[in-house]
C-alpha cells in the first residue's frame, strides 16, 4: 500500500473550514484514498473515501487532485467535537489482501480552538 | 444497532496472569479484525478473521497471544502469560462487504476498545 504523509498537527478555528492535506504521491491506480478520526479515548471513525473523483458526504468532503499524489479532507464547518486525530490511508478495496489491511500511521492531530 | 461492543473497557492486572477481551460485531458483519494501539508503535492488526475463520495473523506478537471466533457474534483475544509490554488499548473491528458482496467501501466500525494495564 502506498504511504502517506500528513502534517502531525493542525488548528482550526471553530466554525471555519478545516483543510486538512495529505500526500501520497506513490499512489497506483487501484487504490483509493481514505479517511478515518480518532476522537479521544474513542475507535477510530470512517469519515469518507474516494478514487478520483471529489466526494462529498454528510461529515466531510474529500478533493482529491488530477494526478492523485495528494487529497484534501475538508470540515465545512468546524465544531469542538471536531478535534481528533485525522488518518489518511491510501489502499485498494479488497478485504481479500492479507496483511496490514489499514496501516493508520500518526495522522495529523487537529484541535478546534473556540 | 448497537455497533461493535467490546468487554471490558478497564483491565489492569498483574504480570504473568491471563487477560481475556472479549468483542461482539456487528450483527451480519463477517469480517472481524483485532487492532492494538499504543503511544509508541500506533495502531496495529493483529489478526482479521473472515465468517469466523483466522485469515492473517502476521500480526500477533508472539506465542502468548491467542484469538478465537467461535460463533459469528463473539470473538476472544486471550494474552497468557500476560507482560508489561502488552499494557494498551485493544480494539475490535468488524466489517462486511455489503449487500452486493462486490466492492468493498472500505469502511471498518470499530468498537470503544479495552484499556489493559499489565502492572
Known amino acids: 500500500d502506498a504511504k502517506t504523509t500528513q502534517p502531525p498537527s493542525m488548528d482550526c478555528a471553530e466554525g471555519r473550514a478545516a483543510n486538512l492535506p495529505c500526500n501520497h504521491s506513490?499512489?497506483?491506480?487501484?487504490?483509493?484514498v481514505y479517511w478515518y478520526r480518532q476522537i479521544h479515548s474513542q475507535g477510530p471513525q470512517y469519515i469518507i473515501h474516494?478514487?478520483?473523483n471529489n466526494e462529498t458526504n454528510e461529515m466531510a468532503s474529500l478533493i482529491i487532485t488530477e494526478d492523485r499524489k495528494s487529497s484534501t479532507l475538508i470540515l465545512p464547518h468546524a465544531t469542538l467535537r471536531d478535534t481528533a486525530v485525522y488518518y489518511c490511508?491510501?489502499?485498494?478495496?479488497?478485504?481479500?489482501?492479507?496483511?496490514?489491511?489499514?496501516?493508520f500511521g500518526t495522522g495529523t492531530s487537529l484541535t478546534v480552538i473556540p | 444497532d448497537a455497533g461493535v461492543i467490546q468487554s471490558p473497557r478497564h483491565e489492569v492486572t498483574e504480570m504473568g496472569q491471563e487477560v481475556t477481551l472479549r468483542c461482539k460485531p456487528i450483527?451480519?458483519?463477517?469480517?472481524l479484525f483485532w487492532y492494538r494501539q499504543t503511544m509508541m508503535r500506533g495502531l496495529e492488526l493483529l489478526i482479521y478473521?473472515?465468517?469466523?475463520?483466522?485469515?492473517?495473523d502476521s500480526g500477533m506478537p508472539e506465542d502468548r497471544f491467542s484469538a478465537k471466533m467461535p460463533n459469528a457474534s463473539f470473538s476472544t483475544l486471550k494474552i497468557q502469560p500476560s507482560e508489561p509490554r502488552d499494557s494498551a488499548v485493544y480494539f475490535c473491528?468488524?466489517?462486511?462487504?455489503?449487500?452486493?458482496?462486490?466492492?468493498?467501501?472500505?469502511?471498518?466500525?470499530f468498537g470503544e476498545g479495552s484499556r489493559l494495564t499489565v502492572l
Open positions: 474516494g478514487l478520483k
Open positions: 506513490t499512489i497506483s491506480g487501484n487504490e483509493y
Open positions: 478473521f473472515n465468517n469466523n475463520v483466522p485469515i492473517d
Open positions: 473491528a468488524s466489517s462486511s462487504l455489503g449487500a452486493s458482496g462486490g466492492h468493498w467501501t472500505g469502511e471498518l466500525f
Open positions: 490511508i491510501v489502499r485498494v478495496p479488497s478485504l481479500l489482501n492479507t496483511g496490514n489491511q489499514f496501516y
Open positions: 450483527s451480519g458483519h463477517d469480517y
